[in-house]
């Protein structure tokens, strides 16, 4: 029986051609090199003598080991903006919770730590937005905290609303669903948090090392529907939904297709 792996849902890439079907989850984590290092992947580290296999190392089971030491970041070679990310994680039974992350839409210069959008993993704050180094979002002002000045820049903190992990040793599942300035995070099937006014702009999806152990098993994340329109169609395509963002959210049948960036002929055609 195959083990699941890491994949990437991505929506409204520059050049995709108009199609009907969803497309297919693309694998990210597959393969880990006699050098240690990981197909689509390169590494960031504090210590510049170390590898990326001495810090990450990939089992038979797809199982990803983070050593924690030093600090750093796996990083995708390739960029995205929009896209529906799907892992999971743990952290080892019998030692002290650790600390962690997943960082969306990097952008800048390779740094402890690059401007960014993460997704808390840190044991008791697991789905906390942090907006790295001036990364900009916004959300509820109960529970947003904007920080001017820190040795990582600008620093914007918005908790989440609720904890749902389980205990230490067990596996959880986490979900990223990146759209335009919207950005939603749940944890084992429920959503903990929702950042508004996202700096929408591509960039490398990171795994940090912060420290402390932490495993990640991966599995095929269920993509967006993508169809970007093209004008003779698109009437009799798609005929109710809502624009935000510049996106068409229009339902056909028991789904959900999302449009990016149609020209403004066409939406004028299909806005109910």
Not at 5 to 22: F, K, Q, R, S
Not at 188 to 201: F, S
Request: charged share 20%; net charge positive; aromatic share 8%.
């Amino acid at each position: 029986m195959k083990r699941p792996v890491l994949a990437v849902a991505i929506a409204g890439l520059a050049g995709l051609a108009p199609a009907a079907e969803p497309q297919r989850p693309l694998p990210l984590l597959t393969t880990q090199d006699a050098a240690g290092e990981l197909a689509g992947w390169k590494s960031y580290l504090e210590d510049p003598n170390l590898t990326t296999g001495q810090v990450w190392r990939l089992l038979p089971d797809r199982v990803l080991v983070c050593r924690g030491k030093p600090n750093g970041y796996l990083y995708t070679a390739q960029s995205w903006r929009d896209f529906s990310l799907s892992l999971q994680w743990r952290t080892p039974e019998g030692k002290n919770p650790g600390r962690g992350g997943v960082l969306v839409r990097m952008t800048g210069t390779h740094k402890i730590w690059p401007r960014s959008l993460e997704a808390q993993l840190n044991a008791g704050d697991e789905g906390d937005f942090w907006g790295l180094d001036g990364f900009g979002l916004s959300g509820p002002a109960s529970r947003l905290k904007v920080i001017s000045s820190s040795p990582f820049g600008k620093l914007t903190h918005l908790k989440r609303t609720e904890a749902a992990v389980h205990p230490a040793g067990q596996w959880n599942r986490y979900e990223i669903i990146a759209r335009g300035g919207t950005v939603i995070l749940k944890i084992n099937g429920r959503e903990v948090n929702r950042a508004e006014h996202c700096d929408a702009v591509a960039g490398p999806i990171c795994l940090t090392a912060e420290g402390d152990e932490i495993r990640y098993h991966y599995f095929l994340a269920l993509p967006p529907l993508l169809c970007q329109f093209v004008p003779k169609r698109a009437k009799s395509r798609h005929t109710k939904g809502f624009w935000k963002d510049n996106y068409l959210y229009s339902s056909c049948g028991k789904s959900v297709r999302l449009c990016q960036f149609v020209p403004l002929r066409v939406k004028n055609e299909c806005k109910q």
